[in-house]
Nanobody
């Protein structure tokens, strides 16, 4: 059974930083690209970043230069470093197995950017 669990969210002031983690189990993590997606209040699901199985990352334009995704295959863990946070980054953040928005995802971790 695929299981994903995000952590690391919280309340942070504009300009602040957070590091999100996603621990995975139930599949061979090394073999899969992984995604971060987010959903802001009252809005649809938004793709944020993909990291392929080789470790190459891709980002939506709005977070380029501010967010960095990485993975530790030995720990089956995905990371998303968030820096220079803006109020518009407020959302529930989810990690997703694979590279489809419809893939399995965890329960999410809330990121709130507010002064």
């Amino acid at each position: 059974e695929v299981q994903l669990m995000e952590s690391g969210g919280g309340l942070v002031q504009p300009g602040g930083s957070l590091r999100l983690s996603c621990t995975a189990s139930g599949f061979t993590f090394t073999n899969y690209g992984m995604m971060w997606v987010r959903q802001a209040p009252g809005k649809g699901l938004e793709w944020v970043s993909t990291i392929d199985s080789g470790g190459t990352s891709y980002y939506v334009n709005s977070v380029k230069g501010r967010f960095t995704s990485s993975r530790d295959n030995a720990k089956s863990t995905l990371y998303l470093q968030l820096t220079s946070l803006k109020t518009e980054d407020t959302a529930m953040y989810y990690c997703t197995k694979g590279t489809s928005l419809g893939g399995p995802r965890g329960p999410g971790t809330q990121v709130t950017v507010s002064s």
